[in-house]
């Protein structure tokens, strides 16, 4: 019974996610030590900024390339490491001259084993299975509801940027007719004080 | 005072835990005056648990030691509405809690401490961050321990939390999207209002600029 719950504290799939921002220019780097035989998943979206798209890599401790995507909006990667060590993923910015981005970055690594141990005396009873099943369904709802507030983040700064941009163009154009009409008939007032002896002249 | 007797496997449990709650995690490097901000969305009443650990590198040793008592780091959190809920010094190792009030962006800053320069020796700080957010805060090998429940018990409070979580999140969502078509509805607003405007500018500009200059070639008599 005791160490049941000494298990109990030791599985579960390790996992961080992060949102960052990464201004213009930069590079942000994060390492994770893995050991042989593990697998990993990193997804990442990039959230606000530009043209919402990012640099990614990922390289192993012999800085063997795993994964090289040039700008990306969103993607995921998986793989089984082959070595122990420490494992890089970088979100590089530098084709982006004055443009910061946000990126989200979920990194998931460990096999999917239960908060339970699975090698029990006796075999699961039917709630704890149902318990079970229901603990992953949940676990695929609270995913999916991150992957819908990320779109919906992306959306709504977009939605956001292009009210910011209508209304600073408007007002631009509003102001930039003002001075055009105006300077258009100041300009052909000014011709005709100049050249007023030679029009009258030829008429 | 009440003496408290604990079962020596709930001790034991609870000890392990202590031991094993930062295992290992991502890490990334810091500099010296550097500020690295995390940004978290969730929704309101929900905790958030992060553990940090701070490591320095050795030259003599060639790789990288935990860092030395005098070097902290200092964790700043700010609300949606930009006003700091959380701002701590802590050692170079820290445990940093916070439940959130208003929905929204909050954003994690830390950054190290350190004023005397040469400590870093041109190097940087590896800082190792672990951030969890509403349920998966939670402990459940405490919980068990401290309410006395059944393996059967302590499932179903997994999940129960989790459900929470997700109420939380989906209340959360619905505010959001009303913030989006807000923002959507009034930018169709002021497309068609300004349209109108500029329009009837334009109109006018046109209308001012034809008698003004009507009435000046009449005024040189060249009409």
């Known amino acids: ?203 | 005072m009440v003496s408290v007797k604990m079962h020596p496997c709930v001790l034991s449990v609870l000890l392990l835990n202590v031991f094993c709650s930062f295992v290992s995690s991502l890490y990334f490097h810091i500099g010296e005056t550097e500020k690295k901000c995390f940004i978290e969305e969730i929704p309101d009443e929900t905790m958030i648990i992060g553990n940090y650990r701070t490591q320095l590198y050795d030259k003599q040793a060639e790789e990288y030691l935990p860092a030395t008592q005098g070097l902290g780091m200092f964790v700043e959190v700010k609300d949606p509405d930009d006003k700091v809920i959380l701002s701590r010094q802590y050692g170079s190792e820290g445990r940093f809690t916070f439940t959130s009030h208003t929905p929204g962006e909050h954003q994690i800053c830390l950054h190290s401490n350190s004023s005397k320069f040469s400590l870093f020796a041109g190097g940087m700080l590896r800082v190792h961050l672990d951030i969890q957010v509403g349920e998966h805060a939670n402990n459940y090998a405490e919980i068990a321990a401290k309410d006395k429940l059944t393996e059967l018990q302590l499932r179903v409070r997994q999940l129960v939390e989790q459900v929470d979580q997700i109420q939380k999140e989906q209340n959360y969502q619905r505010y959001r999207e009303e913030r989006f078509r807000q923002t959507s509805e009034s930018t169709n607003q002021r497309v068609l209002w300004w349209s109108i405007v500029q329009t009837l500018i334009l109109v006018a500009i046109g209308i001012w600029q034809m008698r003004h200059l009507k009435s000046f070639f009449e005024a040189k008599k060249l009409v």
Not at chain 1, 158 to 179: D, N, P
């Open chain 1, 1 to 203: 019974f005791c160490l049941l719950f000494q298990v109990l504290v030791v599985f579960g799939v390790f996992g961080t996610e992060l949102t960052f921002e990464l201004p213009d220019n930069d590079k942000q780097c994060f390492y994770e030590e893995l050991e042989k035989d593990v697998r990993f998943d990193i997804d990442f979206q990039v959230i606000s900024g530009g043209n919402y798209d990012v640099d990614c890599f990922v390289t192993d401790p012999q800085n063997n390339v795993l994964y090289n995507e040039r700008k990306k909006q969103y993607d995921s990667f998986s793989h089984t490491t082959a070595m122990k060590g420490d494992y890089k993923v970088c979100f590089s910015n530098e084709f982006s001259t004055f443009t910061h981005k946000t990126v989200y970055m979920e990194f998931r690594y460990g096999d999917e084993v239960p908060l339970m141990p699975i090698t029990r005396s006796t075999a699961l009873t039917q709630l704890e299975s149902s318990c079970v099943s229901i603990h992953e369904i949940l676990k695929v709802v609270a995913d999916s509801q991150t992957r819908y507030r990320l779109r919906e983040a992306h959306d709504r700064t977009k939605a956001e940027h292009l009210l910011e941009r209508v209304t600073y163009w408007s007002f631009g154009q509003t102001v930039m007719l003002f001075v055009i009409g105006i300077s258009q008939v100041m300009l052909l007032r000014s011709f005709f004080t100049e050249k007023k002896g030679s029009v009258a002249a030829t008429t």
